[in-house]
């Protein structure tokens, strides 16, 4: 709470240092935080401390201990081992190349969903009021579906034995699809996993945008169109910037989830993922869980959370400074 | 992220239970099977694998009722899920409310063993104990204590269409391998008009089908040598086995490569394979399904290949022996009516009733009443005499858990690596798991 309004406080302050009722108001507010929203938010910080927080160390303690089945079953303390875990995950190639191919599917996935996002937004600004209500009671539909019936459906569609895609492609004069396995070349499973990731996740981003879009003032739309500018012109110059800070959030967004790709890949290789399939959640739950390195899986966790943080920062950094800017 | 949370807590969760209970000696004494105990008020709790419900759920009754007249304990069976039972059982067993007696496949039990999750027990108690099959007595042996009893087990066969191989001309099942591929040749000549036919149905991925042809050449999968376990995968014999399946699958099957087995019966059952290998219950499964396959009690449907399958030991190829063991877990409250329990579960009059839901004995002594009492499990007790198991190591389970000869065989398969490089590149993986400390 304190971390966003700083830059506006701050501000407020710079600018009018001798204002008095800029300091009036401003001590007022300092008497009533003392106690009360703190007393308020006291169960959510509870809730907070016990449910992420508590496990979060316990994840960073685990990291540094070697924890087997054994140790997991007799409740002894594992045996401490430094940075052992993390020099043997750092070291591994396997680990490398699941990082590698996270981020590439992480980039694909976000440039692709955002702007096919864009594109259905702006669609929908130019169809008629029937039309628009039909696409978004389309995409609700699309987004109230769980990810795993989703997943599930998709790995049904593709089936090599039984799957709908292989029928209807089969069809198609001169090709011959039946059988054909989508997970045997890695770019063609990856595609099946890309199309459903970017799938699930237009709705939200056509419907966010489209209710970006409908704040861009009309006027100034028209009045670049009297100027001569052209529809791309109009776009680039007036409708982007005044969306930035709504799709630098949505795009934020969808890092965040794609980053974290659990469930489609998981479900679409039936629960056992090939190497070419894991990403850094599936390869972190496997080596704890799968192969009951709990220490190691901790120790790709927490590697992962880093690097998360690594990307999100550059984001949030960005963030604020849009704050400042208006 | 979100997911991240979840698994960490889950984490958390079981540490916080392992911290509640304490520790346990490393040197428990044998729990006995022998002698009265005294249950009353007491309550058992069991942990078996769904296809006792699906398949036999009368024997668990009658074996339950018998201890219950003898003890005077109730019992509380809760069936579990081949897809989830390990993880399941480690974040339980990491806590105190644990279950009494647990059923897990004679593969998965040298790493729990090993772990300390069972106590010792001693098999004289058991009938038949003496000739327990090798196979699922082996799972259970650790520093010359015992710490399972043998249930039941399975032996994979060859299950083929009577009609299809009779309008191929072949009158009988085949009795040796070479016979076995030209009958193979000759289905597929008689089915070459449906392009989807495959005179064999073998998914890439199904990994104990891939090993009984290894050891069929005289190849293994790893074997120990002092304290060290060493991959034998690209020892020439190995190759040479999984060059004979490779062979053969690539000709004869119109399998997903990336594919297991666990959905064969299923895909066998749409007509478009002359002949699979699989359990001897597959059979059925693929002869009729549940109509309603989340409802237990559903009626039965039949399929396309009803009443047109048929099975025969797969010759030349030793079978893969599969089963269960049961164990007496380490923090059970119960150990003793546990024992017992397990005691009547695995006696003479379970096993008969479990000789007639087409399950093989837990011993080679009724092997041969088995197929006298079920014809139709003949098959699979002639094959469960020349079977072959897992490497006896502690880490076995994790190989499997990891995928490696599943990944080893797509990737042969699908051509991405040769027979040989496939072959080195798994027995790398196996000596790094078996080897870990």
Do not use: L, M, R
């Given at each position: 709470m304190s971390v966003v309004e700083s830059p506006t406080t701050r501000r407020t302050g710079g600018s009018t240092p001798h204002r008095a009722p800029g300091r009036a108001r401003r001590t007022r507010r300092n008497r009533q935080t003392t106690g009360l929203p703190w007393l308020l938010s006291l169960p959510a910080l509870i809730l907070l401390a016990g449910l992420l927080g508590y496990p979060l160390v316990r994840m960073v303690v685990l990291s540094f201990q070697n924890m087997r089945l054994r140790e997991l079953l007799s409740g002894r303390t594992p045996p401490w081992v430094g940075f052992d875990n993390y020099t043997k995950v750092l070291s591994d190639a396997e680990f490398w190349r699941v990082v590698g191919r996270t981020f590439a599917f992480t980039a694909v996935t976000v440039v692709v969903s955002v702007l096919v996002g864009l594109g259905i937004a702006l669609l929908m600004r130019r169809v008629t009021r029937g039309v628009r209500l039909f696409m978004i009671v389309a995409m609700m539909f699309v987004w109230a579906m769980p990810q795993l019936v989703a997943a599930q459906i998709f790995r049904w569609i593709t089936?090599?034995?039984?799957g709908v895609i292989n029928y209807f492609i089969d069809k198609l004069p001169g090709v011959d699809y039946q059988n054909h396995s989508w997970f045997v070349n890695p770019w063609q499973g990856w595609s099946v996993i890309t199309t459903l990731v970017v799938w699930a996740g237009i709705p939200f981003l056509a419907i966010t945008l489209n209710a970006g879009l409908t704040q861009v003032p009309k006027e100034l739309v028209e009045a670049a169109t009297v100027d001569g500018a052209s529809g791309w012109q109009t776009l680039r110059n007036i409708t982007l910037p005044i969306l930035k800070p709504l799709l630098i959030i949505v795009t934020t967004l969808s890092v965040i989830w794609d980053f974290g790709l659990f469930t489609q890949n998981w479900v679409l290789r039936d629960g056992h993922p090939e190497p070419q399939f894991q990403t850094l959640a599936t390869y972190s739950y496997t080596q704890a869980f799968g192969q009951s390195r709990y220490s190691l899986g901790s120790a790709i966790s927490v590697i992962t959370v880093l690097l998360m943080l690594g990307v999100m920062a550059f984001y949030i950094r960005q963030m604020f400074r849009i704050g400042e800017v208006e | 992220m979100k997911r991240k949370i979840v698994a960490v807590a889950a984490i958390a969760a079981t540490l916080l239970g392992a911290a509640a209970c304490g520790s346990n000696d490393d040197d428990s004494p044998t729990t006995s099977a022998s002698g009265a105990v005294d249950g009353k008020g007491k309550t058992l709790k069991v942990w078996l694998m769904v296809d006792a419900q699906t398949s036999w759920k009368n024997v668990v009754d009658d074996a339950s009722k018998r201890f219950t007249d003898a003890t005077g304990a109730q019992v509380n069976v809760e069936y579990q899920q081949w897809a989830n039972h390990l993880t399941k059982l480690d974040a339980t067993l990491a806590g105190?409310?644990?279950?009494?007696v647990v059923e897990l496949g004679n593969s998965e039990f040298p790493k729990y063993v090993f772990s300390g999750a069972f106590t010792a027990i001693n098999p004289?108690?058991?009938?038949n104990s003496g000739t327990w099959l090798q196979g699922l007595n082996d799972a259970c042996g650790f520093e010359g204590k015992s710490y399972c009893v043998p249930y039941y087990a399975g032996a994979r066969v060859l299950i083929y269409r009577t009609d299809l191989f009779k309008k191929a001309g072949i009158a009988d099942a085949p009795k040796s391998y070479d016979e076995f591929l030209a009958d193979a040749d000759k289905l597929q000549a008689a089915g070459k008009?449906?392009?989807?036919?495959?005179a064999v149905y073998m998914p890439g991925q199904y990994w104990y089908s891939a090993m009984s042809w290894v050891k069929s050449t005289g190849g293994d999968i790893a074997k120990q040598d002092g304290d060290k376990w060493v991959g034998q995968l690209s020892q020439p014999a190995s190759v040479q086995g999984l060059q004979r399946w490779v062979d053969m699958v690539k000709k004869y099957s119109k399998a997903d490569p990336t594919k297991n087995e666990n959905d064969q019966a299923g895909i066998f059952a749409q007509g478009e394979a002359a002949a699979f290998y699989g359990n001897t219950w597959e059979q059925g499964a693929a002869e009729q399904v549940k109509k309603d396959p989340n409802d237990p009690n559903s009626p039965l449907v039949d399929t396309k290949v009803k009443g047109k399958l048929a099975s025969a030991a797969m010759p030349d190829v030793p079978s893969f022996l599969g089963g269960s063991n049961l164990g007496v877990t380490e923090k059970s409250q119960n150990k003793q009516l546990a024992a017992q329990w397990i005691k009547y579960f695995t006696d003479s009059t379970s096993m008969a009733g479990l000789i007639k839901a087409n399950a093989l004995p837990n011993s080679t002594s009724l092997l041969d009443k088995a197929a006298t009492d079920n014809p139709g499990l003949a098959p699979a007790a002639a094959a469960a005499k020349n079977s072959w198991f897992t490497p006896q190591a502690e880490k076995w389970a994790d190989v499997e858990k990891g995928n490696v000869l599943q990944t080893m065989l797509t990737d042969i398969l699908t051509g991405k690596k040769s027979v040989a490089d496939g072959a080195k590149w798994a027995d790398d993986q196996i000596n790094t798991i078996l080897n870990e400390s």
């Open positions: 089936d090599s034995d039984f | 105190s409310d644990v279950p009494d004289a108690d058991y009938e008009s449906d392009a989807k036919f495959g």
